[in-house]
C-alpha cells in the first residue's frame, strides 16, 4: 500500500497504468479509487493514474478534521512534489473539483 509523507500526514494513494500522469480528485466522504472505479479501465490505458484519498478520507488519517478545501490543494501540490511529478492532467469533482 503505497503511502506518500505529506507535512503532517501520510497520504494513502493507488497508482496503475502508464503514460501522462493524470490525479484524479474524489469528492467529500469519499476515497479515490472507489469514486473513480468505473472510468479507471479506459484512463490507465493510456495515462498513468493516481488516486490519494484527501486529508481525513479513505486511508489518510489525520489528527484534525479541521481542514479546508485549500489545505487540501496544498496538500496535492506537496503530493505532486513528493513524487516528482512536475505536471499533471487534474480530474475531480465536488470538492475535488474545487
Known amino acids: ?4 509523507q505529506i507535512q503532517d500526514l501520510e497520504m494513502y494513494y493507488e497508482k496503475m497504468g502508464i503514460g501522462e500522469p493524470v490525479i484524479f480528485l474524489h469528492s467529500h466522504y ?12 479506459d484512463f ?7 488516486l490519494p484519498d484527501h486529508r ?9 478534521l ?14 505532486l512534489k513528493k513524487l ?3 505536471k499533471a492532467h487534474l480530474v475531480g ?3 475535488g473539483g474545487d
Not at 500500500?1 to 506518500?4: L, S, V
Not at 469519499?30 to 472510468?39: D, E, K, N, P, V
Not at 481525513?56 to 484534525?64: A, E, L, N, Q, Y
Open 30 to 41: 469519499s476515497r479515490g479509487i472507489l469514486a473513480f472505479a468505473s472510468q479507471l479501465l
Open 44 to 50: 490507465q490505458q493510456k495515462y498513468t493514474c493516481f
Open 56 to 64: 481525513g478520507h479513505g486511508r489518510t488519517k489525520c489528527d484534525s
Open 1 to 4: 500500500m503505497p503511502y506518500a
Open 93 to 95: 469533482y465536488s470538492c
Open 84 to 86: 516528482h511529478i512536475p
Open 66 to 79: 479541521e481542514w479546508s478545501t485549500p489545505q487540501l490543494a496544498e496538500d496535492i501540490i506537496d503530493f
